[in-house]
Structure formats: C-alpha cells, structure tokens
C-alpha cells in the first residue's frame, strides 16, 4: 500500500504524541506497516509539538513537502506553522481554540487575529474543516480530551486509512479505563462534526 | 501501551516501539544483566522503562550520578563476566570518555554495549557533535541502527561481536532513530545472570604503561578481525534500483534514501551501512567499481564520506565521490527526504516531480518552551533579581547550566549568560570571579551539581573564588522526565536510600555560608539572596522545591486542585505579573484587562505575592 501520510501538529500538553501512537497502534493491529517520528525534552513545555505518521509502504516517518495528506492541527497557529508539509491533495482539521504564547503577552511576538489564520487556511487549504475542539471537548465532560475530538474527526476524512472501530480499540488499550466514557464521547462528537461537513 | 509489554510479551508478537524502548528489550532479549545511565534527550526513556521493569527482569539497574561513573560501573560488570549496557545522550560520552578511552585496550569478557545517541539539529542539545569519530579514537566497533527493529536486533549482534572478539561495542542513534515508532517484532527473553565473578588478572585489566603499550597492539588485531566480519556481514547490505549511482548511506539517513529513490525510481543502487566501524574496506571498494558515481548520505560529519575517498585513493578506483565535502549534501543539521532528494537530484541526470507545496507570508507567534506554571525555578529567578536589583549591583555574570533552568536565558529573566556543558556553571563562576571584577551568581540544579558541579565548588573554595552558587533543588531531574537525582530518598530500581544532603556536602566542603530556603517564600528567599549576595568568597544557597510536576500528581491523585483569578476591581493594570513574573497562565484581553486562564493555573499562588495590589485571589 503507497504510504498514507499524517502530520500532527500542536503545543506541549495537547496530546498529540499520545493521539499519534493511538493511529499508530491501530494501524499495526490492523496489519499494515507504521512509522512515526515524535520529539521529546526541551521539545515539550509548552513549545511547538509535532508529529509524523506514515501508514503503509516507507521507511521513513519524515513527511516531505507538500505531500501529507492529512494535517491534524490542535492549534490555528500551529497549523499554518506547518503549512509546508501540505499541497492540494492534503486533508487539514484545524482546531481553532488559541493557545497564546507568554511571548505575545510580553509583547515580543503577536497573535494573528482568527479571521486572518481562518481566511488563510481557507484560500490554501482544498479540503479544509474547522472545528472548536476546545469547546467539544468540554461538551464530552473534560477539555483535556479535545486530542480525542481531533482523532474522531480524522476518522471521518475521506480516504483516513483506520476504520472508527479499530481506533477505538486502539484507545482502550492506550488510555486510563476511567477516562474512556469522556475519551470515547469526545471522539464521537468530533467524528460527527466532520461527518456533517460533508 | 503498558510499558510491562516490553518485558512481558511473548516471543513472535509485536509491539509498536519507540527505538529507546526497542533498545531495552533488545537488551533483555539478550540476557542483559547490569544497565547504567545517566538520563539525557534522546536516549531518557531506556533509563525510564529499564527502571520500571529492572526489578521484575532481574536486571541491575541504575541512574549513576553521571555518565563516566555509569560506563565504568557496566565496564566493571563486563570483566566479571556480565552482559553490561551502558547509554547516554551523545555529550555524555565526553564525560565517560576518560573511562572510555581506556575500555578498548582493557577489553571485556561479558558483552558491553555503550549507547549513544546522537542530536542532530540540536533538538534538546549544546552541539551536534559526531559520535561515531569516538569509536575510531577508541577503537571501538560501531553499530549505526536505521529502525525500532534494527535497534533490537543489533543489541543482540552487539553483544555476541563483543564478546567474541572481547571489545565493547559501541551503537550510534540519532533523535530521530530514538525517537522513532515503529513496529518491532519479538525475539525470546533471556534469564540475566545475577553475579558474575571477577578473576583477577592486573596484566590484563591494569593499564600501566607496559601493559598498554601491549594492549594497543591487541586492540588494533581484535579491530583487524572485526573489519572481516565487517565486509561480510549480513547487516551490511546492498538494494539494487539501478546502475546511475551509488549511494551509501547509515543510520537515519537510510530511511530517507529508500523512501527517495524509491518514490522517484532513480536508477540507484544503495549500500547501507550498519557494522560501519571498522569500515567494511572490501566491501565498499568492490560496491565503488561496480557504479561511475557514487553518493554518500550520513549525518552529521562526513565520517564515511572521507573512508570512502581513501579507499578509492589507495585502490586507484576512477568513481566520482560526492557528499558533503563537494556541497551536493549540507555539511551541519539533519538531514531529512527533501534535502536527500535535492541531493540526489545534483548527482544524478533524473530529475524527479517538482514539488508543490503551500507557504504563508502570515507572521506566527513565537513559541518558545517556558518553565511551567508553578516551576519553582521562577520563583527563584525572580527572587534573585529582585535581591540584585535591591542592592542596585550591576553587571552581575550568571553562568548557567544544563535542565530546564536554562529557560531562565528567555525574557523577561535573563539570567543566563554563560554555558558549556553539565555542571559549567560553577567552574566558569569561579573563572569570571578571578578574571573580573563583576559579580558573580551561578545557577545549577540538584542532579546537575552531584553530576559534575562538585569538582567545581571544591575548586572554587580551594582557589578562594567569589561567587554565590545558587542549587535549585527541585527534588528531580526534570528536564528529562524525573529521574531520581542522589538528593532524593528513592533510586532507579524504586529502593528507598538515604536521601543526600546538599547542604551537608556544601558544608564538608568548607562553605561558610550555606543557607536553605523555599523559593515559593519570595520575601524570604529574597532576603536570603541578599545576604548572601553581600558575602565574600564562596556562599551558596539551596533553593529547594519540588518540581511542578511532581506537585501536580499528587494534587491530581489527591482530586485536589485550586486555581487563582484576578479581582478586576483591585487590578491596576500595573502588569508586574505579566512582565516580570511572566507565568504562562497569565494572559492579557485586547482591552487590557489581565486574566489567568483555569486550565493552565498550576494553583502554586506565588503570584499573589509579586501582585502589589493584593488582586489575585483564589478562584471560588
């Protein structure tokens, strides 16, 4: 199978990593070959996260440019910081909660207002769904599983190689049993918003 | 994943794997029975799984107090006759190397791997040095893994090359090997031996100069051996793609030719490296005949690069030779599939598919890491400054030093001015203190000061230096995900131990003025640098608190979490909280008004001590 290509990208504390291995997991349960690449140390706290999974045919996780073919974006910013990895053919769910860093407070940086990311993404990006993964995530009972809404979505993108199911099953294996009722509920509400946006 | 499936599961199944992790089973598949490490990015998590499952394995396990103590207890276990691994990140083996130097000419009689893994980019890194120019200045075998699986196979290779010609091996990874995920298939686990038994031999295992000069000579014939096994080894292998060019290639670097040529059909036939020190001489000569050009692809230095041109100079070998040294590849960062394929693209008359790919001209917030909510090293910096800025000191030098302390060089702290390596900031401290006449306040933490900061403060009492030495024990070594450090009461294998006090080692070595204090008291803490600011020769004060991170399990485990708010009707709108406090929770609205966001509130309260109008209350 030609290599399908996910790119996550976020800022530490997300989720992203552990959303990542979850798509990796299942897609090995399923028989099919998987690679990701994911960074650690002073990579984390609070900077930018990202991560590569190819499924299918590679040797390598790196995704090269302009050839994802799905972008999981857990922050607006973030998603346009990784708007190399993307061309026509890529696939983006942009969570547009904000995370501001200390550095605009500070003064050193600034924030684009939302309507300029979101007019952005929308004259680049062909296949473009916008969600606030914040605000279901709340909706399930905990925002700390707005990486599980995320996951729901790209479940419901055209061609996502992973079936529903089998990435269910993959989170119970990876996440704590008390949490799965709020895990589970947040991937679904993501799953149906994307699904209605077809 | 359960972290016990890297122990527990059976032969033939598998995993989803993390290189580190494969590396630990690897290791256990191969009777592994003594590992040592000092935790490093991105070679931390085989110290964190081997200290979650050496127990249960019957595995000896420690985190040593820095990576040359860790080499030799494992060198020491390898002559009594053990399987020994011992890993680090790659700046590591600079601190072992004294010890390392030497394993190549003692030799073991048990297999002993030394990990490193290497950083290019610098992703949590002071350099991206080369280690596999180590193995040649040690004259140690080195392995170069590409995957997850080739980690855990070649541990096992490792160990029985290293024991049959009685050398220690030394594997190379990259971050991006490390820190690879990728599925890994089983092998059965072996029973470590508990004890092994050290006979005494001094001729062997003593390197006066006599016997030395000896051992060299038998270094230089075991390496002579392994250079045949190297050219006919099964994991030095070669693709055919076609008769255009020929790549070699190692490591990381492999993954990225095969997804490469592959995609793109060049006509290459690629030789990947994996046995690469002693370098597979007939081999490669042969490999060269065979193609007009030949590419080589490796990070960082261009180690083989310059292998290969000496072997196609002494064998008179007409083939074009590009890499680094002619510009066709870049000479620093790592690489990645876009750059080997622009690479590939210069040698060769193929052109592949121009490349689409979007870009955007809007500017994106700077995001740099940042201690967090609740890091107690704020508190501390905060309260330095505030100590300094009070006795109006100016020019103040604040050599800094490895963990997440160096964060403190961002704005608005901006109290790190100077660095080398793990434990620095006391020797080059006392440097400065000799060489100007500006103040001097060195920053290090708890598990840095035991890892090489003691040599430093003994020197600067010795040699009558003027500095304070600030230690912020925060109980952990945090930056690398909370190994124990010496000055807490549990080690690597989960034992309680007697915790080692900071202070009464300060104290022994002759330090007048020593002082303990919590940072979360800023008034307190602010006072105590004060006085010690106003010291001659050395004083030094522990600030001590746990980690934020320590502290937030345990109110998660105890449901027990408070969070602060601003009271708008008190709020000056001063912002002393945003600009010199500067905690991530705290944000300010496009009107003005400042708030602290909930969902990052550690509840730590310290703020509500730098708040001048006393606005900052607990939310109800």
């Known amino acids: 199978?030609?290599?399908?290509?996910?790119?996550?990208?976020?800022?530490?504390?997300?989720?992203?990593?552990?959303?990542?291995?979850?798509?990796?997991?299942?897609?090995?349960?399923?028989?099919?070959?998987v690679v990701m690449s994911e960074l650690h140390g002073m990579a984390q706290r609070g900077g930018v996260v990202t991560t590569d999974i190819k499924i299918g045919d590679a040797y390598s996780p790196l995704i090269e440019k302009g050839d994802a073919d799905l972008i999981i974006g857990f922050e607006p910013a973030e998603v346009l910081r990784s708007i190399e990895k993307a061309s026509d053919k890529t696939f983006v769910i942009m969570n547009s909660a904000r995370i501001v860093p200390f550095t605009?407070?500070?003064?050193?940086?600034?924030?684009?207002?939302?309507?300029?990311?979101?007019?952005?993404?929308?004259?680049?990006?062909?296949?473009?769904?916008?969600?606030?993964?914040?605000k279901l995530a709340m909706e399930a009972g905990n925002v700390v599983s707005l990486n599980m809404v995320l996951l729901g979505g790209a479940a419901a993108i055209p061609g996502f190689p992973l079936k529903k199911e089998e990435l269910i099953q993959s989170m119970k294996e990876n996440l704590p049993p008390k949490t799965m009722e709020i895990n589970l509920k947040a991937f679904n509400l993501g799953y149906e918003k994307i699904c209605k946006e077809h | 994943m359960n972290v016990e499936k890297i122990l527990l599961e059976e032969e033939g199944r598998k995993l989803f794997l993390l290189g580190n992790e494969a590396a630990v089973r690897g290791a256990l598949e191969s009777g592994v029975s003594f590992a040592s490490t000092y935790p490093g990015t991105p070679s931390s998590e085989i110290g964190n799984v081997f200290s979650k499952?050496?127990?249960?394995?019957?595995?000896?396990?420690?985190?040593?107090?820095?990576?040359?103590?860790?080499?030799?207890?494992?060198?020491?276990?390898?002559?009594?006759?053990?399987?020994?691994?011992?890993?680090?990140?790659?700046?590591?083996?600079?601190?072992?190397?004294?010890?390392?130097?030497?394993?190549?000419?003692?030799?073991?009689?048990?297999?002993?791997?030394?990990?490193?893994?290497?950083?290019?980019?610098?992703?949590?890194?002071?350099?991206?040095?080369?280690?596999?120019?180590?193995?040649?200045?040690?004259?140690?075998?080195?392995?170069?893994?590409?995957?997850?699986?080739?980690?855990?196979?070649?541990?096992?290779?490792?160990?029985?090359?290293?024991?049959?010609?009685?050398?220690?091996?030394?594997?190379?990874?990259?971050?991006?090997?490390?820190?690879?995920?990728?599925?890994?298939?089983?092998?059965?686990?072996?029973?470590?031996?508990?004890?092994?038994?050290?006979?005494?031999?001094?001729?062997?295992y003593v390197p006066v100069p006599a016997n030395a000069r000896r051992m060299h000579k038998e270094m230089r014939e075991k390496l002579e051996k392994v250079e045949e096994i190297a050219n006919a080894t099964e994991i030095n292998k070669s693709y055919d793609f076609g008769d255009e060019l020929g790549i070699i290639t190692s490591g990381g670097a492999f993954n990225y030719v095969m997804d490469v040529v592959r995609e793109n059909n060049i006509p290459a036939k690629v030789l990947k490296l994996t046995l690469t020190y002693p370098f597979p001489e007939v081999l490669v000569k042969d490999f060269i005949s065979k193609v007009s050009k030949v590419l080589i692809i490796e990070e960082v230095e261009p180690v083989m690069e310059q292998e290969v041109l000496s072997i196609a100079g002494k064998y008179k070998i007409p083939v074009d030779i590009h890499g680094k040294l002619d510009s066709s590849l870049p000479r620093i960062y790592e690489y990645t599939p876009d750059i080997v394929r622009e690479g590939i693209e210069k040698v060769v008359s193929h052109k592949t598919e121009k490349r689409?790919?979007?870009?955007?001209?809007?500017?994106?917030?700077?995001?740099?890491?940042?201690?967090?909510?609740?890091?107690?090293?704020?508190?501390?910096?905060?309260?330095?400054?505030?100590?300094?800025?009070?006795?109006?000191?100016?020019?103040?030098?604040?050599?800094?030093?490895?963990?997440?302390?160096?964060?403190?060089?961002?704005?608005?702290?901006?109290?790190?001015?100077?660095?080398?390596?793990?434990?620095?900031?006391?020797?080059?401290?006392?440097?400065?203190?000799?060489?100007?006449?500006?103040?001097?306040?060195?920053?290090?933490?708890?598990?840095?000061?035991?890892?090489?900061?003691?040599?430093?403060?003994?020197?600067?009492?010795?040699?009558?230096?003027?500095?304070?030495?600030?230690?912020?024990?925060?109980?952990?070594?945090?930056?690398?995900?909370?190994?124990?450090?010496?000055?807490?009461?549990?080690?690597?294998?989960?034992?309680?131990?007697?915790?080692?006090?900071?202070?009464?080692?300060?104290?022994?070595?002759?330090?007048?003025?020593?002082?303990?204090?919590?940072?979360?008291?800023?008034?307190?803490?602010?006072?105590?640098?004060?006085?010690?600011?106003?010291?001659?020769?050395?004083?030094?004060?522990?600030?001590?608190?746990?980690?934020?991170?320590?502290?937030?399990?345990?109110?998660?485990?105890?449901?027990?979490?408070?969070?602060?708010?601003?009271?708008?009707?008190?709020?000056?709108k001063c912002m002393i909280c945003i600009n010199e406090w500067t905690c991530p929770a705290f944000y300010v609205e496009k009107d003005g008004t400042v708030k602290i966001d909930p969902l990052i509130c550690d509840g730590c309260g310290v703020c509500t001590q730098v708040c001048p109008e006393n606005a900052i209350e607990v939310r109800k």
Not at chain 2, 80 to 95: C, I, Q
Not at chain 2, 393 to 411: A, E, R
Not at chain 2, 450 to 476: E, Q, S, W, Y
Request: glycine fraction near 8%.
């Open chain 2, 356 to 572: 689409r790919y979007f870009k955007t001209n809007v500017t994106l917030p700077v995001r740099p890491p940042i201690l967090c909510p609740g890091c107690p090293h704020r508190a501390t910096y905060f309260a330095v400054k505030k100590a300094v800025e009070k006795l109006n000191l100016k020019n103040v030098i604040f050599p800094t030093d490895i963990g997440c302390y160096t964060l403190g060089i961002q704005p608005p702290y901006e109290m790190a001015d100077y660095l080398l390596s793990m434990g620095s900031s006391i020797g080059t401290g006392a440097g400065f203190s000799h060489a100007t006449n500006q103040k001097v306040v060195s920053f290090i933490g708890d598990s840095t000061f035991f890892h090489a900061g003691l040599p430093g403060l003994v020197n600067a009492v010795h040699n009558k230096a003027n500095l304070l030495v600030v230690i912020m024990d925060n109980r952990t070594t945090a930056m690398t995900g909370r190994q124990p450090s010496p000055s807490e009461p549990i080690n690597g294998m989960g034992e309680e131990v007697p915790e080692i006090s900071i202070e009464n080692v300060v104290k022994g070595i002759g330090v007048k003025f020593v002082e303990t204090v919590d940072p979360y008291n800023l008034k307190k803490a602010e006072d105590t640098f004060e006085r010690a600011l106003k010291e001659e020769g050395v004083s030094v004060v522990i600030s001590k608190h746990p980690c934020a991170l320590i502290t937030d399990s345990e109110k998660r485990k105890r449901n027990f979490w408070v969070t602060f708010t601003i009271n708008q009707e008190k709020c000056t």
């Open chain 2, 53 to 204: 499952l050496a127990k249960k394995a019957g595995v000896y396990f420690e985190f040593s107090t820095n990576e040359k103590v860790a080499l030799e207890g494992s060198a020491a276990a390898a002559a009594a006759g053990l399987r020994s691994f011992v890993f680090m990140k790659h700046v590591g083996l600079n601190v072992a190397a004294d010890s390392f130097m030497s394993t190549a000419y003692i030799g073991v009689n048990g297999g002993m791997i030394i990990l490193t893994a290497d950083d290019p980019s610098m992703y949590s890194s002071q350099n991206e040095q080369d280690n596999r120019i180590y193995a040649r200045l040690a004259g140690v075998p080195l392995l170069e893994p590409s995957n997850p699986q080739e980690v855990k196979d070649l541990m096992k290779f490792g160990f029985e090359l290293s024991e049959q010609v009685k050398l220690p091996v030394l594997m190379r990874t990259t971050t991006r090997v490390s820190h690879m995920r990728g599925i890994v298939k089983l092998g059965k686990i072996q029973f470590p031996v508990s004890k092994g038994f050290f006979k005494k031999e001094p001729n062997k």
């Open chain 1, 1 to 33: 199978m030609k290599a399908y290509k996910i790119h996550l990208a976020g800022v530490g504390g997300q989720g992203t990593i552990k959303t990542s291995t979850i798509i990796g997991e299942a897609a090995m349960k399923k028989g099919l070959n």
């Open chain 1, 104 to 134: 605009v407070s500070l003064g050193i940086s600034s924030y684009p207002d939302a309507s300029i990311i979101i007019n952005e993404a929308k004259s680049k990006f062909k296949h473009l769904y916008i969600l606030n993964a914040e």
